[in-house]
């Protein structure tokens, strides 16, 4: 059985830093890409930032230059490093793995509050 196993998140003051990680707990076949998305109150959830298994990567437009994902393909596990974080950062955020299906993760919650 396939588990996404996320780990990183908590209260932070704007402008810390946090890092996520995201575990692939069992096997999956030719994953193609591994990401984060978030979703805040009242809000759809949006994609953060994805990276494929070339290393390709793509960002939302509202955290790029302070995020950067990266990933280890041998232990089929992903980060997100998230620097000068903001208020509007707060949300839920969810590790996302793509292959012939797709799975996510529980979330974990980040919260950026003096």
């Known amino acids: 059985q396939v588990q996404l196993v996320e780990s990183g998140g908590g209260l932070v003051q704007p402008g810390g830093s946090l890092r996520l990680s995201c575990a692939v707990s069992?096997?999956?076949?030719?994953?193609?890409?591994m990401g984060w998305y978030r979703q805040a109150p009242g809000k759809q959830r949006e994609l953060v930032a994805s990276i494929t298994s070339a290393g390709r990567t793509d960002y939302a437009d509202s955290v790029k230059g302070r995020f950067t994902i990266s990933r280890d393909n041998a232990e089929n596990t992903v980060y997100l490093q998230m620097n000068s974080l903001k208020p509007e950062d707060t949300a839920v955020y969810y590790c996302?793995?793509?292959?012939?299906?797709?799975?996510w993760g529980q979330g974990t919650q980040v919260t950026v509050s003096s």
């Open positions: 996302n793995v793509r292959s012939v299906r797709t799975f």
């Open positions: 069992g096997s999956i076949f030719s994953i193609y890409a």
